[in-house]
């Protein structure tokens, strides 16, 4: 059974009927929408149309042709319904579904059924896929299996730039109130003089935001009026700005603990930098969690004391979103540790972007198929781009997880890496898709 029939439950559903196994595929809409979808077509985009670049030195270029070595039914839909994009894969959004609904009703041993699910199946195999808008019931069976604490209903999501690109001669390492001097603690430092803080605070309250939905302004509004002050730790940190000049200083830019190792002296304020991967490649802001339009997010952010030529793999945004703490609950296998039978694919296991829930969706179908055939699930190697996405899902810290979409920055690091970054993704890519062919080969 497979719960949602969106982008990664359609692909779950081809993968383990081409395998032999009996699918019903469950979408609730029509009869019941989401505040994003539009109608009762499968797969469908609820924004963009286009599925990211093409290009095999590109993190979204090389999942997708990881996924074409795989047999992805959705890659191979999107080619047929593409539009001009130029190095992107972009898709007639009507086209894409259709094609995917024709491929589906094909399959004799795919059965589509549109109704909502209320209940998860206790007695046999099931993918839940019911994306980010999941309904609310199928939600708070959700809560039961993964416990309260485990499922969030809205992303407040910090930037994350790349280690290499952060200046260490302005910016140190450090642990708040660390008393070793040579402390080259958890966090990397970035110090505000006065005139630098004010001047920063001033540019971040001023500039543009992304519109919001009417689920966020809810959100905002409730904020605003005191009616919903859990949500105050994931305030956009430019609404936290603009209560008055000093509310970060005192609030996640607190200097408390932090000597700057050049000056001996506390700065005025600081922005710390939190390690995001295991091979310490990714770091994100703290407490930066913004709904700034993504141009701006450079602009303000760079004027951050280190962060003048920083590289971002993810920009921070706001929006509803349903997805589990994958770490604890789920293996790179995509199923739950504590109901082997039960799998999350999709957003709903802490991946973000389309690709990266069609990968999930064809790693849950291969993966709910050999556990019906008496066969171990199938780990993908963390040098491939899908494997490393969901290594990343199953090992982050779970206090901090929040979905993350493919990029090189979560791949193990090359032997002998090149310096050049050209040369870095090329062999990335090869060392990916050499490792998807050798898999996909013996697998399919
Ligand atoms: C507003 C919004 C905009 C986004 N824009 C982009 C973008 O531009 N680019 C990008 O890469 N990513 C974007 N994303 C993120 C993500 O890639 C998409 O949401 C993607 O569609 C997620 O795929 P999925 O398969 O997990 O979920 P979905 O594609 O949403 O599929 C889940 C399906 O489950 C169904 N469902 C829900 N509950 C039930 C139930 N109880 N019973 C039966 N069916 C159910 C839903 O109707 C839906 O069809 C966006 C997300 C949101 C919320």
């Known amino acids: 059974m497979i719960i949602g029939a969106g982008l990664a439950g359609c692909e779950a559903a081809w993968q383990a009927a081409k395998r032999g196994i009996s699918v019903d595929l469950y979408e609730m809409r029509p009869g019941v929408m989401t505040g994003a979808h539009t109608g009762g077509d499968l797969a469908e985009l609820v924004c963009s149309n286009s599925l990211g670049s093409n290009l095999k030195d590109r993190a979204s270029g ?13 890659v191979e839909c999107a080619e047929k319904a593409a539009v001009p994009a130029g190095n992107a894969l972009a898709v007639d959004r009507k086209l894409f579904s259709s094609e ?24 046999r195999p099931v993918i839940i896929a019911s994306g980010p808008l999941s309904s609310s019931a199928i939600s708070a069976e959700i809560t039961k299996l993964c416990g309260t604490d485990n499922l969030f209903f809205f992303d407040a999501i910090a930037p994350i730039v790349e280690h290499d690109s952060i200046d260490l001669t302005i910016a140190y390492a450090g642990s708040r109130y660390s008393k070793n001097e040579d402390d080259d603690g958890d966090y990397i430092n970035c110090p505000f003089n006065r005139q630098e803080y004010e001047t920063f605070v001033t540019e971040l309250t001023a500039a543009k935001r992304i519109p919001l939905k ?37 609030g996640p830019m607190r200097p408390v ?18 390690q995001d991967n295991l091979s310490g490649s990714l770091y994100n802001l703290v407490g930066f969690q913004t709904n700034l339009l993504q141009k701006e997010q450079e602009r303000v952010f760079r004027m ?31 199923n739950m540790i504590d109901h082997p039978q039960v799998f999350f694919a999709g957003q709903l296991c802490g991946v973000e972007g389309y690709m ?82 050798a898999i996909f080969g013996e697998e399919l």
């Not at 689920?215 to 509004?221: G, K, V």
Request: glycine share 8%; charged share 20%.
């Open 62 to 74: 090389v999942l997708k042709e990881e996924l074409r070595l795989a047999g992805s039914l959705l």
């Open 100 to 123: 995917i609904e024709k491929k589906l009703h094909s399959c004799h041993n795919v059965h589509i059924i549109r109704e909502e699910v209320r209940e998860i199946p206790a007695d």
């Open 214 to 250: 009417s689920f966020e302004e809810q959100i905002e509004q409730g904020v605003a009026a005191g009616k919903m002050s859990f949500f105050e730790g994931c305030l956009p940190v430019e609404i936290l700005a603009g209560r008055s000049i000093q509310a970060l200083a005192f």
């Open 257 to 274: 603990g932090l000597i700057d190792p050049r000056t001996g002296k506390r700065p005025w304020a600081v922005l710390q930098l939190r």
């Open 304 to 334: 951050i004391p280190g962060l003048a030529n920083a590289q971002f793999v993810r920009y921070g945004q706001m929006h509803r979103n349903t997805y589990i703490c994958a770490p604890g609950t789920l293996t790179a296998a995509l």
């Open 356 to 437: 990266g829930n069609i990968a999930a969706g064809l790693l849950a179908g291969i993966n709910a198929a050999r556990t019906i055939q008496g066969q171990d699930p199938l780990t993908l190697p963390e040098e491939m781009i899908s494997g490393s996405l969901f290594h990343y899902i199953a090992t982050a810290d779970g206090k901090h997880f929040q979905p993350m979409k493919a990029n090189f920055g979560i791949l193990p690091p090359l032997e002998n890496s090149p310096r050049s970054k050209r040369e870095r993704y090329q062999l990335y890519s090869q060392r990916a898709l050499e490792k998807a062919a």
